[in-house]
């Protein structure tokens, strides 16, 4: 008998909704009216950053999608302002436990893992028209992820506003965030892959991160030589190679969810960066 097939969006909405019930409260509020619970709206918001779509668009989807609302276990539709509350009451702390369950649930022992940052704009206009009318994009959100080759899951995520300096400072603190999913050898263990963004005082002798090459060409400090050797020898080796797979994570949460930040708030802008790294980790 051929099994039959189940949609991915449905998939999609089963697994963040058990994802939101096991990390969240049922209710944000003892007083709550109950209609719908928190994990119910969190799951359904989630959905529409994988959709790549609006408020309002995201209801009229749900009013068209039985199976989904079935799998949210949603007797009605919410409405859109209900749905934009529920994303402006997540707090980062919750998006790192909802990330956290999930690594969890994969039992994730990192090896190799590669770091890399990308920028997302501030407006949904189109490149065509910025360049016509001379607007010139003076700063924009930097989104830097740490990504386990293995899997391609992301392990966890920085963010924050550029252009202000090198990638490397924000090494320390994914490194910080990595190290509870290392392999655990005596140890936490693991190996961390970068791009001339990462080298700086922040990263270690033992980092596969290529130094950057002054305006002698010449490297003279010992651990930036100890790096370069490392790396060229990884190089021969075709380990330098993996880091590209997390270009590859990068094109991919871009064509899901978009390469532009929707939301007009400070807070709710810096939950994006996050919210990505879920919605790309579930799909």
């Not at 770091?115 to 989104?143: C, E, N, P």
């Not at 980092?207 to 990884?234: E, H």
């Not at 400070?266 to 996050?274: A, K, L």
Request: hydrophobic letters at 35%; proline letters at 2%.
């Amino acid at each position: 008998m051929k099994k039959k097939k189940v949609s991915r969006y449905v998939r999609f909405a089963h697994l963040a909704l058990k994802m939101g019930e096991a990390t969240l409260d049922k209710y944000s509020h003892r007083n709550s009216q109950k209609r719908y619970t928190q994990p119910q709206l969190v799951a359904a918001c989630l959905l529409g950053f994988y959709l790549n779509l609006s408020y309002r668009d995201l209801e009229e989807w749900l009013l068209a999608s039985d199976k989904v609302c079935q799998a949210l276990g949603l007797s009605e539709v919410p409405d859109h302002s209900t749905l934009c509350r529920a994303f402006q009451r997540l707090r980062q702390s919750d998006l790192k436990q909802l990330n956290h369950w999930l690594m969890q649930k994969l039992n994730m022992e990192l090896t190799w893992v590669a770091v890399d940052a990308t920028g997302y704009i501030l407006t949904q206009a189109s490149h065509y028209y910025l360049t016509r009318t001379g607007q010139r994009m003076k700063h924009f959100w930097q989104g830097f992820y740490a990504v386990d080759l293995d899997t391609q899951y992301i392990v966890t995520w920085c963010e924050g506003i550029g252009p202000q300096g090198a990638d490397v400072r924000f090494l320390n603190r994914l490194r910080q965030r990595i190290h509870r999913y290392g392999q655990l050898v005596g140890r936490r263990e693991y190996a961390l892959l970068g791009d001339r963004g990462f080298d700086g005082d922040q990263a270690l002798p033992t980092d596969f991160i290529t130094p950057k090459l002054g305006r002698y060409k010449v490297i003279r400090r010992q651990d930036r030589k100890q790096r370069a050797d490392l790396t060229n020898m990884a190089r021969l080796d075709g380990v330098m190679g993996r880091r590209w797979l997390i270009e590859t994570v990068i094109s991919v949460i871009k064509r899901k969810s978009g390469a532009s930040i929707r939301s007009r708030r400070f807070m709710r802008q810096r939950r994006e960066i996050g919210i990505k790294a879920i919605v790309y980790n579930l799909h």
